[in-house]
Protein backbone atom coordinates (compact mmCIF):
# COMPACT_ATOMS: atom_id res chain seq x y z
CA UNK A 1 0.00 0.00 0.00
CA UNK A 2 1.53 3.61 -0.90
CA UNK A 3 2.50 6.19 2.12
CA UNK A 4 1.94 9.35 1.65
CA UNK A 5 5.36 11.39 1.25
CA UNK A 6 4.14 14.13 3.57
CA UNK A 7 1.80 15.49 6.09
CA UNK A 8 -1.61 16.02 4.87
CA UNK A 9 -2.51 19.69 6.36
CA UNK A 10 -5.90 19.68 8.48
CA UNK A 11 -7.21 22.25 5.83
CA UNK A 12 -6.71 20.07 2.86
CA UNK A 13 -8.21 17.12 4.78
CA UNK A 14 -11.17 19.14 5.99
CA UNK A 15 -12.37 20.29 2.36
CA UNK A 16 -11.58 17.12 0.60
CA UNK A 17 -14.22 15.96 3.53
CA UNK A 18 -16.47 18.48 3.32
CA UNK A 19 -17.08 18.51 -0.62
CA UNK A 20 -18.52 14.96 0.11
CA UNK A 21 -21.06 16.48 2.69
CA UNK A 22 -23.35 19.09 0.48
CA UNK A 23 -26.61 18.96 1.06
CA UNK A 24 -29.25 18.98 -1.65
CA UNK A 25 -32.52 20.88 -2.03
CA UNK A 26 -35.47 18.16 -2.42
CA UNK A 27 -37.29 17.52 -5.60
CA UNK A 28 -40.88 18.73 -6.04
CA UNK A 29 -43.58 18.07 -8.80
CA UNK A 30 -46.47 19.62 -8.78
CA UNK A 31 -50.58 17.59 -7.76
CA UNK A 32 -51.95 16.76 -10.73
CA UNK A 33 -55.38 17.94 -8.80
CA UNK A 34 -54.71 21.22 -7.30
CA UNK A 35 -51.17 21.91 -8.39
CA UNK A 36 -49.28 21.95 -4.61
CA UNK A 37 -45.83 21.76 -4.23
CA UNK A 38 -45.44 17.81 -3.38
CA UNK A 39 -42.73 15.25 -3.18
CA UNK A 40 -42.90 12.68 -5.77
CA UNK A 41 -44.48 9.19 -5.40
CA UNK A 42 -46.82 10.28 -2.34
CA UNK A 43 -50.03 11.25 -1.58
CA UNK A 44 -50.83 14.59 -1.94
CA UNK A 45 -51.66 15.92 1.50
CA UNK A 46 -53.85 18.86 0.82
CA UNK A 47 -56.24 17.00 -1.96
CA UNK A 48 -55.81 13.37 -1.09
CA UNK A 49 -55.10 11.86 -4.80
CA UNK A 50 -52.00 10.37 -5.53
CA UNK A 51 -51.68 9.35 -10.00
CA UNK A 52 -55.27 10.94 -10.41
CA UNK A 53 -57.16 8.44 -7.52
CA UNK A 54 -58.06 9.74 -4.32
CA UNK A 55 -56.75 7.96 -1.72
CA UNK A 56 -57.12 9.87 0.91
CA UNK A 57 -59.98 12.18 2.35
CA UNK A 58 -58.04 15.55 3.42
CA UNK A 59 -58.05 16.81 6.40
CA UNK A 60 -59.70 20.05 6.11
Known sequence: MA???YKTSKA???SRKAANMKLAAPTLTKC?????????????PKCGYYKGV????PED
Open 54 to 57: QFVN
Open 12 to 14: SAA
Open 32 to 44: TQCGSLILPHRVC
Open 3 to 5: TPK
